[in-house]
């Protein structure tokens, strides 16, 4: 059963029907590896058993009877602790959300109607607003590839427990690169969709029971294949996207290299591993042109970050908004001063914005969204890192007291974590993260190729593509 467990879930599916597992004996096997690696990773952090036996053994009965069953039956999972799973409320990090009756989330409802068994829930920062994953209420989670280090936020269980084996596939979510960040630290895949496309009805935030769809956040899949993201989006969007497609013809691909960006903060390493995946695509018959900035990311930067403390405010006491907007004038000066995208006083006027001031921000993101159409009239996808530097040590200081240190030793703010993920989000276009490869520290790297509005399906394929025929995932040495 632990060598079931290393395939991927489209494999796992195939072992299941082919009757080498039963859904009770994965299950079991999963939570025998979980149970062996929790005090190192701390990465699942609530577990419903008697309900995963009893949906395994229902669907083991119905197998035997050779009834009909969904693509996923049997495949035992976790879910990203921001979704509301029935007898699992999702909790954010914060304990009285726990305290409460919850249904499934409706992309977890989707993917439990395909058949898949969910036993566990998943670490994250305190609603799932942290590049690293730790609450007061269950703790950090530590990478698989050094415990020391964070695996990535906010999605940083599900990553962690995917590269570690616990499970095949995870439901996560994505405002500030929470879907490829993770990804990123621990070397697997993970698919931010076109904006809209998977239901965030039951994550939370926003407040449990909210009807909203918020603007820049999006429902994504996570796994060790990029096959399983189609598969699992293929569920979770209920729609037309074909989960057994073949991969795309890279010698047809025409990629847009963008890693030179005097803007943004780049560790030489980070950059290296992602420059080597660009040879070894262009060296595989891909047509890769390295291009300056796509939009003026001064200007998408100043938006997002509006956009982003729009929504975010409202997950904020109202005492501490307050005393935002007490500052506002001094916050307005800074700005105006040169104080950067992303700094205090700019996010202050962010999480206090006027709507004439979101209104402006959006005006922003609509004309650099149609500027960039232009070049996806020439290129199926961009090629761009995710974070700035692989897996940093775990700092449990202010956001504000905290540095991001490269490879050179040099710092830089911690917001910077939010440059390369912003060109994505702000606009609201699908992004596939796929291990790039490993850095010299021996940590991964991971890449994201960004398409057009729509464009889920050619970057699923173009992934596919890197993970058969380049690179695929890496397990850790845990």
């Not at 996207?241 to 691909?253: E, H, M």
Request: glycine letters at 10%.
């Amino acid at each position: 059963m632990a060598d079931l467990l290393d395939l991927d879930a489209t494999a796992i599916v195939q072992a299941l029907a082919g009757k080498r597992a039963s859904a009770v004996e994965l299950l079991k096997a999963a939570l025998a590896r979980h149970e062996k690696t929790h005090a190192a990773l701390n990465a699942v952090v609530a577990i419903d058993l008697e309900r995963a036996l009893e949906r395994a053994r229902a669907i083991d009965d119905q197998r035997s009877k050779g009834d009909p069953l969904g693509p996923l039956a049997g495949v035992p999972m976790t879910v990203k602790d921001t979704f509301d799973v029935a007898g699992m409320p999702a909790s954010s990090g914060i304990a009285e959300l726990r305290r409460r009756l919850a249904e499934d989330a409706r992309a977890v409802a989707l993917v439990r109607s395909a058949g898949a068994v969910i036993w566990g829930k998943t670490n994250v920062p305190v609603m799932a607003g942290d590049w690293q994953t730790a609450n007061p209420l269950y703790g950090a989670t530590r990478n698989p590839w050094s415990l020391e280090r964070t695996p990535g936020g906010s999605s940083g269980g599900a990553a962690a427990a995917l590269a570690a084996g616990v499970t095949p596939i995870e439901i996560g979510s994505d405002i500030g690169g929470s879907l490829r960040v993770p990804a990123s630290f621990c070397g697997v895949f993970s698919h931010k969709p076109t904006w809209g496309m998977v239901s965030q009805r039951g994550h939370v935030p926003p407040a449990p029971g909210s009807y909203a769809e918020r603007d820049l956040n999006v429902v994504g899949p996570m796994a060790r294949s990029a096959r399983d993201l189609r598969l699992l989006l293929s569920v979770m969007e209920d729609g037309p996207l074909a989960p057994k497609a073949p991969g795309a013809d890279l010698t047809s691909a025409r990629i847009a290299l963008w890693v030179d960006e005097p803007a943004f903060v780049l560790d030489r390493q980070v950059r290296d591993v992602v420059l080597r995946l660009a040879g070894e695509l262009a060296a595989a018959g891909a047509t890769v042109e390295p291009i300056p900035s796509p939009v003026d990311v001064n200007q998408l930067l100043g938006a997002y970050q509006v956009l982003l403390g729009s929504v975010l405010a409202e997950d904020l006491p109202g005492r501490m908004l307050g005393s935002m907007e007490l500052t506002r004038p001094l916050a307005k000066l800074a700005v105006r001063r040169g104080a950067p995208p992303f700094s205090t006083a700019a996010m202050t006027l962010a999480y206090t914005a006027r709507h004439t001031e979101w209104m402006a921000a959006d005006a922003v993101r609509a004309r650099l969204r149609h500027e960039i159409m232009g070049l996806f009239d020439r290129f199926d996808a961009i090629l761009a890192p995710i974070a700035p530097v692989a897996a940093f040590p775990h700092d449990t200081r202010p956001f504000q007291k905290r540095v991001l240190t490269d490879s050179e030793g040099r710092t830089h703010p911690y917001i910077s974590m939010a440059q390369w993920i912003a060109l994505a989000t702000a606009l609201k276009l699908p992004a596939t993260a796929v291990p790039a490869g490993l850095g010299e520290g021996g940590l991964p790297v991971g890449a994201q190729l960004i398409g057009p509005p729509g464009g889920d399906g050619r970057l699923l394929a173009l992934a596919q593509s890197i993970d058969e025929d380049i690179r695929g995932f890496l397990p850790p040495a845990l």
